[in-house]
């Protein structure tokens, strides 16, 4: 399995950016794919998810400015980000949930420290700038 990010860069507070990830070498349909960030000196933190039924679920600081979709035909799993503050810098990854892992995904009702384990397949990554 392979995911490549695109369209990371820096722009200034308020403005916006749309990241894409480009996923391949896997045949099941995949439950879930989702954004997590990981800023300096903190840790990871999951941005938003989307399962294989078009249900998404958000950071709490995220919501309202971000939106996550997918382009199953495409294998690709976009995040739209607007109105980006200073604290939205950080590392910007994509991931790819192991297969049959929906349940537990949504058992988990959100963002938790825990979200991450639930995906096997992770991107490299890409940065993410806000400048004031």
């Known amino acids: 399995v392979q995911l490549v990010e695109s369209g990371g860069g820096s722009v200034q507070s308020g403005g916006s950016l749309r990241l894409s990830c480009a996923a391949s070498?896997?045949?099941?349909?995949?439950?879930?794919m989702g954004w997590f960030r990981q800023a300096p000196g903190k840790e990871r933190e999951g941005v938003a998810t989307?399962?294989?039924?078009?249900?998404?679920s958000y950071a709490d600081s995220v919501k309202g400015r971000f939106t996550i979709s997918r382009d199953n035909a495409q294998k690709t799993l976009y995040l739209q980000m607007n109105s980006l503050q200073p604290d939205d810098s950080a590392w910007y990854s994509c991931?790819?949930?192991?297969?049959?892992?929906?349940?537990?995904?949504?058992?988990?009702?959100?963002?938790?420290?825990?979200?991450?384990?639930?995906?096997?397949?992770w991107g490299h990554g890409i940065q993410v700038t806000v400048t004031s």
């Open positions: 991931a790819l949930a192991r297969a049959g892992s929906m349940s537990a995904i949504r058992a988990l009702g959100g963002m938790t420290p825990d979200l991450s384990s639930q995906y096997g397949y």
């Open positions: 070498g896997y045949s099941h349909s995949s439950d879930c």
């Open positions: 989307i399962d294989s039924d078009g249900v998404r």
